[in-house]
């Protein structure tokens, strides 16, 4: 099996050494650059914890600030190995989407623990500010990071995919997805998805990939990366996925 990784750089690394492991080779198109910003005011008076919704927010933080002693909440698992691998012991992992984050953090804090930092790109995915407001908790908005989206396929990818070579791609995010099929008509290629399986995190990733004729369309069952590589036939602990869309959204999966 040969599989295309959509993913930022520094995800698609670790993600293509596991699909190694089970025998699946991989290349890597990194649709999104990741530019964290050093310019950024960043305040932490009267923060009490911090939430993070992607693994490029705890990055972008880990490169802007020293302090390590404050409460995380994680919107999946990828943010949350993330975090704890920038130094970060004080953990909350919720089930890859806002609205999970957001229950999570009203059921383990309270309002008048103090501010809440959301550790933002300047593209969103849900509202975890509004939500968590709308509650009486107190939520700043730290934008650290910005995705600039790439403007071309790489030559060799598009021609791989072109010529069907490719059994799936991987696409974790409504953006990387609309992205791919909007670059894959651009050069010419997207006839190549008729031989090839889209693998969606969520609904809204399914949505934004329909532009090319895929072969099958999946959704994994979670909006987690374990459930998505379940569609690859890896085992894992994720129920079973679904083609097209499911019923309901996902709006704030686990993001690039």
Not at 26 to 41: N, Q, W
Not at 58 to 71: C, E, G, S
Not at 140 to 158: F, G, I, M, S, W
Request: glycine residues 8%; hydrophobic residues 55%; aromatic residues 4%.
């Amino acid at each position: 099996m040969r599989v295309l990784i959509t993913r930022p750089e520094a995800e698609a690394a670790s993600l293509r050494a596991r699909l190694a492991d089970h025998g699946i080779a991989a290349d890597c198109a990194p649709l999104l650059e990741i530019r964290i910003r050093r310019d950024a005011v960043l305040s932490l008076d009267g923060v009490s914890g911090l939430l993070f919704t992607s693994a490029n927010g705890v990055r972008a933080f880990a490169a802007n600030a020293t302090r390590r002693d404050l409460a995380v909440w994680a919107v999946g698992e990828a943010s949350a190995q993330a975090a704890r691998a920038a130094g970060f012991s004080d953990l909350h992992t919720a089930g890859g989407d806002v609205e999970k984050l957001a229950a999570l953090v009203r059921a383990q804090a309270r309002p008048q623990d103090g501010v809440l930092l959301h550790v933002a790109g300047s593209v969103l995915a849900g509202d975890l500010q509004a939500l968590l407001q709308a509650d009486g908790f107190t939520v700043r908005r730290a934008v650290l990071y910005e995705a600039a989206a790439a403007t071309a396929l790489p030559v060799p990818v598009a021609t791989a995919f072109a010529a069907g070579q490719y059994d799936a791609v991987l696409f974790f995010s409504p953006r990387t997805a609309a992205t791919f099929a909007t670059l894959a008509l651009a050069a010419g290629c997207g006839g190549g998805a008729v031989l090839a399986m889209a693998a969606c995190l969520s609904a809204n990733v399914a949505a934004a990939v329909d532009a090319l004729p895929w072969r099958r369309v999946a959704v994994a069952a979670e909006p987690r990366e374990a459930a998505l590589l379940a569609l690859l036939g890896i085992q894992t602990d994720a129920g079973p996925a679904s083609d097209r869309h499911p019923a309901g959204s996902q709006n704030g999966a686990e993001r690039e």
